[in-house]
């Protein structure tokens, strides 16, 4: 028997205390889907600093007080184990915040790993622009179409 899981809005969240803007906006977007919040942080494998772990309690402690629900991943493959976690929490929205110059195309990368997921992106001001959901094309839909 296939149980349906309930929908969510993930939120992506550094190591910055700043990544509280994320979980707020997170929060409101979940709403308007009357869906549950779902924060996760994926960290590079090896050792945690004081600092970090410190940011890390700290956006946890934010997260438990507005309902969410966070999970801190160490992994070097930060967004495979996003679209993971993505696919087993039931996520339908998806929010990060800016990419800095050494991302790692990490939002091209969801982009291509969840096209059905819309993705908002929130900037250090709080002003947010999301991405549409693209829905996914079959193989049939696409072979008897002319593409020349």
Same mark, same amino acid.
Request: with cysteine; charged share 15%.
């Given at each position: 028997?296939?149980t349906e899981?309930?929908?969510?809005?993930?939120?992506?969240?550094?190591?910055?205390?700043?990544?509280r803007?994320?979980?707020?906006?997170?929060?409101?977007?979940?709403?308007?889907?009357?869906?549950?919040?779902?924060?996760v942080s994926?960290?590079?494998?090896? !050792?945690?600093?004081?600092?970090? +772990?410190?940011?890390?309690?700290?956006?946890?402690? /934010? @997260?438990?007080?507005l #309902? *969410?629900?966070?999970?801190?991943?160490?992994?070097?493959?930060p967004? !495979?184990?996003?679209?993971?976690? +993505?696919?087993?929490?039931?996520?339908?929205?998806? /929010? @990060?915040?800016?990419? #800095? *110059?050494?991302?790692?195309?990490?939002?091209?990368?969801?982009?291509? !790993?969840?096209?059905?997921?819309?993705?908002?992106?929130?900037?250090?001001?709080?002003h947010?622009?999301?991405?549409?959901?693209?829905?996914?094309?079959?193989?049939?839909?696409?072979?008897?179409?002319?593409?020349?």
């Amino acid at each position: 028997m296939k149980t349906e899981k309930p929908a969510s809005v993930l939120v992506c969240v550094t190591d910055q205390p700043s990544c509280r803007r994320l979980i707020l906006a997170g929060v409101e977007i979940a709403k308007t889907y009357g869906a549950s919040v779902q924060v996760v942080s994926i960290q590079p494998e090896g !050792l945690v600093s004081p600092l970090t +772990a410190n940011a890390l309690q700290n956006l946890y402690d /934010v @997260s438990s007080s507005l #309902g *969410a629900e966070m999970t801190v991943y160490f992994n070097n493959e930060p967004a !495979l184990t996003a679209a993971v976690h +993505a696919s087993k929490t039931g996520a339908i929205h998806l /929010v @990060s915040g800016t990419p #800095g *110059a050494d991302s790692n195309l990490f939002i091209e990368t969801i982009k291509k !790993l969840l096209p059905e997921l819309p993705l908002s992106i929130v900037d250090a001001e709080g002003h947010m622009v999301t991405f549409p959901a693209f829905p996914a094309v079959s193989r049939s839909a696409v072979s008897g179409t002319d593409l020349s």
